[in-house]
Nanobody
Framework: QVRLVESGGGLVQSGGSLRLSCAASGSSLSGYGMGWFRQAPGKGREFVSGVSRNGFIREYADSVKGRFTVSRDNAKNTVYLRMNKLSPEDTAVYFC?????????????????WGQGTQVTVSS
C-alpha cells in the first residue's frame, strides 16, 4: 500500500499561486494514474485534476482549466499541482490519490490510497 503526503498548501491572496506536492512512500507511483481532489467546507469532495502514468494524459475540472497544471516526476515519486490565478472559490482541502484504473479517473470511486490533505485558503 502506498502512503501519500500532500504539502504546499497555505494562505494566499486572490490572484496568487501555489504549488502542491504529493509525495509517495511504500510503493512506486510510476505504474499508476494519479489525481487531485478538493473538498470545500460543507461540500463533497470534487475532482480537480488527474494525470496518467506517463504524464502524457491530463484531465482537469472545468472550473480549473487554464489555471491549474498537473505534473509528475516518477523519479521522485511525486505528483504536483500548480495553481495560478487563485480565487476564494478555490478554498478547500486538497487531496491526492492513486488511481485504481489504467486511465485517468475523474470520480472518487476510481481512486484508492488517499493522502490526508493540505489546506488551501484564498483570501479576497
Amino acid at each position: 500500500q502506498v502512503r501519500l503526503v500532500e504539502s504546499g498548501g497555505g494562505l494566499v491572496q486572490s490572484g496568487g499561486s501555489l504549488r502542491l506536492s504529493c509525495a509517495a512512500s511504500g510503493s512506486s507511483l510510476s505504474g499508476y494514474g494519479m489525481g487531485w481532489f478538493r473538498q470545500a467546507p460543507g461540500k463533497g469532495r470534487e475532482f480537480v485534476s488527474g494525470v496518467s502514468r506517463n504524464g502524457f494524459i491530463r484531465e482537469y475540472a472545468d472550473s480549473v482549466k487554464g489555471r491549474f497544471t498537473v505534473s509528475r516526476d516518477n523519479a521522485k515519486n511525486t505528483v504536483y499541482l500548480r495553481m495560478n490565478k487563485l480565487s476564494p472559490e478555490d478554498t478547500a482541502v486538497y487531496f491526492c490519490a492513486r488511481s485504481s484504473i489504467l486511465g485517468v479517473g475523474v470520480t472518487e470511486g476510481q481512486y484508492v490510497d488517499w493522502g490526508q490533505g493540505t489546506q488551501v485558503t484564498v483570501s479576497s
